[in-house]
């Protein structure tokens, strides 16, 4: 047994990528349904700036086919303050903005934050505490991006575990790479492609991330990722969500789009 592979990128509005990965003369207003007919996710980076309409969540809802997920961003009112324990009205803010209304299509929530936030154990759990689980019948799922080397402890990793929460595992030049299973599903962030290589990364490398990816869904645990509590997870099914961004982002459809062929191939 294994969990769903969900791939994909961050966004689908991109100048570059028209006559690229969009077919000359597509429209704006079907780059979605386009992207979403090659892909089977899209992190969406929007919520994180500002608030969304719930007609929007409807629309994109509605522009994707049945079993495609997004991962939404949530807000930086709620992961840039010097208090965490104090995001509380923001959170719920958020969440009734309209973010249900993508019904199965709605995927984890990523709180992403900044390079400069430090760990502090008291704060982050109560932070975690402030997460909610399930809203209006809907079972809800969160996932924590950290970027500074301070969260490189055992403490952290057992809050998240406590609290069933997933830490993402970034593929980074300079953040942390934390490869520990805290919760029931994997949440990757891959960031090290390249615009010279058409599938922005190297046919080896996209086979040896097919294989992770693959292992995880499986419940294992990659022995070439680094992790900070050598303590292994119980092994179970897990959901698995994987990003090509950032670095070489003209690429990062090829990337995305060559990853799901290899583990489709693979199942």
């Not at 992190?43 to 939404?72: C, H, M």
């Not at 009734?96 to 390079?115: I, N």
């Not at 019948?137 to 490189?152: I, K, M, N, P, Q």
Request: charge should be positive.
């Amino acid at each position: 047994m294994a969990g769903k592979i969900h791939i994909g990128v961050g966004g689908w509005t991109f100048a570059p990528w028209r006559g690229v990965f969009y077919p000359d003369k597509l429209p704006h207003a079907k780059e979605l349904g386009y992207a979403a007919s090659q892909l089977t996710s899209i992190e969406i980076n929007g919520t994180f700036y500002g608030s969304q309409k719930p007609e929007s969540f409807r629309k994109w809802a509605r522009e994707v086919p049945d079993g495609f997920v997004f991962a939404l961003k949530g807000p930086r009112f709620v992961t840039n303050r010097k208090v965490l324990a104090e995001a509380g009205d923001s959170i719920d803010r958020f969440y009734h903005s309209g973010v249900l209304e993508m019904g199965d299509r709605l995927g984890p929530v990523l709180w992403q934050f900044a390079p400069t936030k430090k760990f502090d154990a008291d704060d982050f759990a109560r932070f975690l505490d402030l997460l909610p689980r399930q809203l209006d019948g809907h079972a809800l799922r969160h996932v924590v991006e950290v970027r500074h080397d301070s969260f490189c402890v055992p403490e952290f990793i057992g809050l998240l575990r406590q609290h069933r929460v997933p830490v993402v595992f970034s593929e980074h030049a300079t953040y942390p790479a934390i490869a520990d299973l805290t919760g029931d599903f994997v949440y990757a962030r891959l960031q090290k492609g390249k615009e010279t290589v058409k599938t922005g990364y190297p046919p080896k490398a996209l086979d040896a991330w097919s294989e992770r990816l693959q292992l995880w869904a499986k419940g294992g645990e990659p022995a070439d990722l680094p992790r900070v509590d050598k303590t292994k997870a119980k092994k179970q099914p897990r959901d698995v969500f994987a990003y090509v961004i950032h670095e070489a982002k003209l690429r990062a459809p090829a990337a995305a789009m060559a990853l799901i062929k290899r583990v489709s191939l693979s199942r």
